[in-house]
């Protein structure tokens, strides 16, 4: 707030006389108080004789009243009194002066005034604005602006040391433009791992570090932090160096863009994996038979090609966190039984189930899994093989029922006594009817008679259970 005096020239009334000489001196009066926060009447000596205040102002005039002006202000502020006074009496042009009031306990009562003389025995009427609201505004305005420099020298310091930790840290860092899923930035460890200089790396395509077999991988990797807090583990070769990386990342958002965080992680040293179990790692992607890897709550974690085309899925990452009961095992029984022995014994082989895709495919496979304990964690492992045309007849065909009756046993408590009731009637029935058949060398009519069904009975179960081929002719007929 500046002391200096205003130097604006004042627009006098074009004709004061007529349009104010009317008045009389309770409307003088009364326009005196409207003028102004304060209005102080001082006599030639420069005593207060008068003063009014408006009630936004409250200031304490009527004690001023009988006391020199010049005593009412503070020790600095009396020679801008002196001037007004001054100025007042040689009736020059108005300047307005700030001064100070005192106000103990509180703050000083900061008025602006200006003075004119006002009769010829040299009474002089003070104008006084209250600069206390525009002093309260300059004050949230400077703490507005030192909380500004605070916190702009917070986020300075905090930037510096991110820059630090990134640039020395021995971790191989990436920063990712989310949205063209090019390289924004590339600390030290990142430039000497990729092994190309770094005006190469940044502003480069992520998947432009990879060989041609990594880059599909590479942009799944990208595509699945979009919409994954967090992806682990993604194996992929650099295309410079030839080395075998596994990928981590998370995504995270700046100024309302994506971008993602990539951590490279050399597959190499005595804690990573020899290149050996690399091979094995590649050779399991590969490989034609369905593999998944789920936690101990049956959530895939991560599974191979083969096994995304079973699901009939589009990509690896659709079937990430789905339970894996999904995609296998008939409704009801099947899974928990694979699940109860795998519980009990820690692995399972050959165990006859289908395989269900997503839109309504429906496949006989075999299962062998495994629960490993890594730690406190467990994963379970599931390797799936198509079983074809046998995979019906092996699995009811004598071989496995006392194994599955003994399952179903384990399965009380877990599954309701008439979904155990039903599957294990379907089971002896369909035995039943197989069996007939066999004996008769797929007689029909014999083996009817041998179960005591009528042929038409006997076509119905077998359209019911999927066995042998039945033409128009034998389904329709019954007495032939």
Not at 189 to 212: N, Q, R, S, T, Y
Not at 409 to 414: C, H, S, T
């Amino acid at each position: 707030m500046s002391d200096a005096p205003s130097s604006a020239t004042t627009t006098g009334f074009l004709s004061a006389d007529a349009r104010l000489g009317a008045l009389d001196a309770q409307g003088i009066a009364g326009l005196l108080a409207a003028a102004a926060d304060l209005t102080l009447i001082v006599d030639a000596k420069g005593v207060i004789i008068d003063a009014a205040a408006s009630a936004e102002c409250n200031a304490p005039v009527r004690e001023w009243v009988g006391r020199p002006w010049i005593d009412t202000v503070t020790i600095e502020s009396r020679p801008k009194i002196e001037a007004l006074l001054r100025d007042a009496q040689k009736g020059t042009t108005p300047r307005g002066r700030q001064v100070n009031h005192p106000a103990p306990p509180g703050p000083d009562f900061p008025v602006r005034y200006s003075a004119v003389r006002a009769a010829a025995d040299g009474a002089i009427v003070a104008f006084g604005r209250d600069l206390r609201p525009l002093a309260a505004l300059q004050q949230r305005v400077a703490e507005a602006q030192q909380e500004m420099e605070r916190e702009y020298h917070r986020i300075r310091n905090a930037e510096k040391r991110y820059r630090l930790l990134f640039q020395l840290s021995s971790e191989a860092i990436l920063i990712l433009d989310g949205a063209g899923s090019r390289i924004a930035e590339a600390n030290p460890a990142a430039v000497a791992l990729v092994g190309k200089a770094a005006k190469k790396i940044v502003g480069a395509p992520f998947g432009d570090l990879f060989d041609e077999a990594s880059r599909r991988a590479a942009q799944s990797f990208v595509t699945a932090l979009l919409v994954a807090p967090r992806v682990d583990n993604v194996h992929a070769q650099l295309a410079e160096t030839r080395e075998s990386l596994l990928l981590s990342g998370a995504l995270f958002r700046q100024d309302g863009a994506a971008n993602i965080i990539v951590i490279l992680s050399r597959m190499g040293g005595a804690t990573a994996l020899s290149g050996e179990k690399t091979g094995m790692l590649n050779a399991l992607e590969r490989m034609p038979d369905a593999f998944a890897l789920t936690d101990s709550n049956r959530r895939i974690l991560a599974a191979n090609a083969a096994f995304v085309d079973l699901a009939q899925a589009g990509s690896e990452e659709q079937l990430r966190g789905e339970s894996i009961e999904r995609w296998i095992g008939r409704p009801g029984v099947d899974a928990e039984v694979l699940f109860a022995n795998l519980q009990t014994h820690g692995v399972v082989r050959h165990f006859s189930t289908l395989a269900r895709g997503q839109y309504g495919s429906s496949e006989d496979v075999e299962i062998s899994a495994v629960d490993v304990a890594e730690g406190a964690r467990h994963y379970l492992g599931f390797c799936i093989r198509s079983a074809g045309w046998r995979a019906g007849r092996d699995r009811l065909g004598g071989h496995e029922l006392p194994r599955t009756a003994e399952q179903f046993a384990d399965l009380v408590g877990r599954v309701p006594l008439k979904n155990l009731v039903r599957e294990t009637t379907d089971l002896i029935e369909r035995l039943c009817i197989e069996a007939a058949l066999e004996l008769t060398h797929d007689n029909r009519a014999s083996a009817a008679e041998m179960l005591g069904l009528s042929r038409q009975g006997l076509y119905t179960k077998l359209r019911r259970y999927g066995l042998g081929d039945l033409d128009d002719d034998e389904a329709a007929g019954d007495g032939e």
